[in-house]
């Protein structure tokens, strides 16, 4: 068979990426090898280099495309010159969404964050900050309409996120529940919890 | 100095434990040996094994100890014979109060779970499931009561935790809010998503 035109890069990039994240998700940063992945790549170890200088650059790169993604993909769905309420609305069946797709890289995300370089991990952090950002300006607005009822829009924050994410550790596909009826659910608590 | 009395086991169990949370809660239990745990503890690697079969023995007994006496804890606290409003405010001061307590542990509680047997994985489950179905009954007996409002019980409970233990992940003592404060605006929050 004809070998696929294309850069080098362009054709195990992707695969390298993919290969690293499920390895690192499966068997955890720490006890995953270079060579163990160049193998499940099908190229040899010193081919990998060619690629990403170290693990965990290949982490970062996971990490920081996530977020990326995440907060791109939030912003092109964000409901322009909607009340918060709807934003909320919206941002709150995203979140569960969104990460219900992507639950390997969410999951490393959590749990890899300490194996990041210093600079690194400081980057993904600005990452977070700016995506929790987006939930606490619609928490903000929510208050200054009068419709929400919050203590403290920071903590409100934290604890949408953590409550939504958390959808991750627990939902199974063909369980008891739907994604859209979890997502349901789960609005109508977000939506009291602020007092709306 | 005189040895202190007290059988081996006695004195450098605790020590042990220690020493091997703190090792794997910094580093990740796959990257710790069992050499490095025995060096923090100031023995031989061999004397280790005197205490423990392994490593994933070792970890599964800090995770089971602390599910334990999460339990009791809890037993202890709830208030027999109060109403659902009051057992739920007590279950979410609790929570808060007794996670960031153990920040260490609540840490390779969530982190370490996929290095356990599958047996032992199931012990912890199980034990998570009891503490879970504690906070359930509340939920429960406050719909009942006609006190709470909530859609699914069972995912309450699950958001409800997930909303909680998140205060592990960006507390700092010395920040914006005490504890005490941090407590009152989960309340605050918990209260309205119960429909309360």
């Known amino acids: 068979m004809a070998r696929k035109t294309g850069s080098h890069s362009e054709i195990t990039g992707p695969k390298i990426r993919a290969e690293a994240q499920r390895l690192f998700a499966r068997h955890g940063f720490a006890a995953v090898s270079m060579r163990q992945i ?7 170890a010193g081919a990998l280099y060619l690629y990403t200088p170290d693990k965990e650059a290949l982490l970062f790169d996971l990490l920081k495309s996530h977020m990326d993604d995440l907060i791109a993909a939030w912003r092109a769905e964000a409901p ?19 990460n219900l797709e992507r639950a390997e890289v969410v999951f490393l995300s959590y749990m890899e964050l ?12 600005g990452l977070r900050k700016t995506y929790e950002t987006e939930l606490e300006e619609i928490l903000k607005a929510g208050q200054a309409e009068g419709v929400f009822l ?6 409100a924050t934290m604890a949408i996120i953590a409550m939504l994410t958390g959808v991750n550790t627990w939902f199974r596909e063909g369980g008891r529940l ?19």
Not at 114 to 125: D, H, M, P, Q
Not at 178 to 196: E, L, T
């Open 80 to 98: 322009e010159g909607a009340d918060a309420l709807a934003r909320l609305e919206r941002f709150v069946r995203f979140h569960i969404r969104f």
């Open 38 to 44: 160049a193998a499940a790549v099908g190229v040899q």
């Open 114 to 125: 300490r194996n990041l370089s210093e600079e690194n991990f400081a980057k993904i952090e």
């Open 178 to 196: 739907s994604r859209a009826m979890v997502a349901d659910i789960y609005w109508d608590m977000v939506r009291k919890a602020v007092g709306a």
């Open 150 to 155: 919050i203590p403290d829009t920071k903590l």
